[in-house]
């Protein structure tokens, strides 16, 4: 089935990204006057939504839950519409804050090939910010007051975007789940999610609690500060889940000191290694009940950690995504999967079929997007470029200078 180009005044521009659910699109909503916004819309076309309509209440849900979860962190819903058409049947649109940025997973891609990485503040506030938005939506509360016990159950580096401007907005919330919710679709002992970053409860289909999340908030921290996912990869889902399964946290803690130690040995007290390693063994328990019980907790101990200034965090994280959009800019075409991208004169595409309900029956997990190119972060060093823009900036006001004396000279 072929998408229009404009829906409910939405103009669509560019696909942003394909997930398990279907596809993102950058669309632009015109008003009066020159009047312009751009959104960006996850879609569930006609054909399956009849085919599924599971599908249409977990986009309902989604909706509801991101209108409600009003947080710097977490991507911010505009609007939910459904479009009725009778030759094809009912399509359904959510309407959300467009992110300019970048996703958490393309950052990863660059800064594991990098020779330098960022220092150890930008993946600090990340985290943090991450535990600050997950804390919000752990909170909610229903219209009677009462505690939702929404617990995200999807966490992983494809689904935290990190804005130009160096923030975290956590995306995504297609598979949450709410304890207390009308209407309800779904278990919470189905097995859903992505096993390398689902915490052992989720992958044994046991009941989930918002510790799951800080459990995917755990392994996405040691993909940070390692390089190199907690579970090691693996191609084949079957394999995928048992290599989930199998890892614990002390055979992998070595590897992460050695990491810690290669890549941030020199901008890092060891006080610091042990409470980053400390941090990650507590989110990593296998059991929940020993895992911090808050995603509080988890902030406010990064926010005490010694050497983090969150602010410096978050400029060396803004530049490696200005770096990375100057990449796209460059090159546009590594942007998307070339057989899914959008020339804005071609109908739209199906989205792609769903592909995370089973992890049994998946084919392959692999990360979504295509990889950078991998000379990233070894032209960055912010600090480098700064000084850069000010050589630059003495350069051309010596010109200047000298320009206005050869005046004076002539004169
Ligand atoms: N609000 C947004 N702004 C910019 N890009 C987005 C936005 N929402 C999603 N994306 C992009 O689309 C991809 C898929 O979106 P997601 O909500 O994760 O859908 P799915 O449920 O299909 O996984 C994301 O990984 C991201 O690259
Ligand atoms: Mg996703």
Redesign the pocket.
């Known amino acids: 089935m072929q998408l229009p180009r404009t829906i409910a005044g939405y103009e669509f521009v560019q696909l942003?990204?394909?997930?398990?659910?279907?596809?993102?699109y950058?669309a632009v909503l015109r008003g009066a006057l020159g009047f312009e916004q751009e959104v960006?819309i996850?879609v569930l076309d006609a054909d399956r939504a009849r085919l599924s309509p599971g599908l249409v209440r977990s986009l309902a849900l989604e909706a509801k839950i991101l209108s409600r979860v009003q947080h710097p962190n977490v991507?911010q819903a505009r609007h939910f519409l459904q479009i009725s058409d009778d030759a094809l049947g009912d399509t359904w649109i959510l309407v959300?804050?467009?992110?300019?940025?970048q996703?958490l997973?393309r950052l990863l891609t660059t800064q594991s090939k990098a020779a330098t990485p960022l220092p150890i503040n930008a993946p600090l506030q990340v985290m943090s910010e991450i535990a600050d938005g997950l804390h919000f939506a752990h909170r909610l509360t229903d219209e009677s007051g009462a505690a939702v016990g929404l617990v995200h159950r999807?966490l992983k580096p494809?689904?935290v975007?990190i804005s130009n401007e160096g923030r975290v907005?956590i995306?995504?919330f297609?598979?949450a789940y709410a304890k207390r919710r009308a209407g309800a679709t779904g278990s919470s002992n189905m097995v859903i999610g992505t096993p390398h970053y689902m915490s052992p409860e989720q992958l044994e289909g046991e009941r989930v609690d918002r510790r799951s999340d800080l459990y995917a908030l755990g392994t996405m921290g040691f993909e940070m500060f390692a390089g190199e996912s907690f579970v090691p990869p693996r191609t084949r889902a079957v394999e995928a889940v048992k290599a989930a399964r199998e890892t614990r946290f002390e055979q992998r803690e070595q590897r992460l000191r050695e990491a810690l130690q290669q890549r941030y040995a020199h901008q890092m007290e060891d006080s610091l290694q042990d409470e980053i390693v400390d941090l990650l063994r507590d989110l990593l328990q296998r059991d929940r009940t020993r895992r911090p019980s808050l995603a509080e907790n988890v902030f406010d101990r990064i926010e005490a950690m010694s050497a983090h200034r969150p602010s410096v965090g978050r400029t060396y994280v803004r530049v490696s995504v200005e770096a990375l959009n100057k990449i796209d800019r460059q090159n546009p075409e590594a942007e998307a999967d070339p057989g899914l991208a959008v020339p804005p004169t071609q109908p739209l595409p199906r989205?792609?079929p769903p592909a995370r309900v089973d992890p049994a029956e998946q084919p392959t997990l692999g990360p979504?997007?295509t990889e950078p190119p991998s000379a990233l972060i070894e032209d960055l060093p912010p600090s480098i470029q700064a000084t850069d823009r000010w050589k630059q900036a003495a350069l051309v006001l010596a010109g200047l200078l000298l320009l206005a004396l050869l005046g004076l000279v002539v004169q």
């Open positions: 942003l990204g394909v997930g398990g659910f279907g596809a993102v950058r960006a996850k991507v959300m804050e467009l992110v300019r940025g996703t997973r999807d494809e689904n975007m907005k995306l995504d297609g598979i989205g792609a979504e997007g």
